[in-house]
């Protein structure tokens, strides 16, 4: 299998899954309180949403790389 076959398909599956679960999760830290040598910080978890249709572009982007790998190697 070619690199670029691998590659298409790795990027499908990322298309998918962002279809299936359509957020990223991740966190925030910010500063709250600095007394002297004292800090205090606060961590909040976020989830940043992916639209279906970026979702929708990367998916068929990795399909075509597939597709591309197939009709190159002819």
Known sequence: ???M??????VAL???GLLIYPSIPGTS???TVK???VEAQVETKKA???PPLVSAVILASGAALVVWAK???K
Request: no cysteine; proline share 8%; hydrophobic share 40%.
């Open 1 to 3: 299998m070619s690199g």
């Open 5 to 10: 076959k691998i590659a298409g398909w790795a």
């Open 14 to 16: 990322v298309g998918l």
């Open 29 to 31: 830290e910010r500063d």
């Open 35 to 37: 007394i002297g040598p």
């Open 48 to 50: 940043y949403p992916v």
């Open 71 to 73: 009709r190159k190697k």
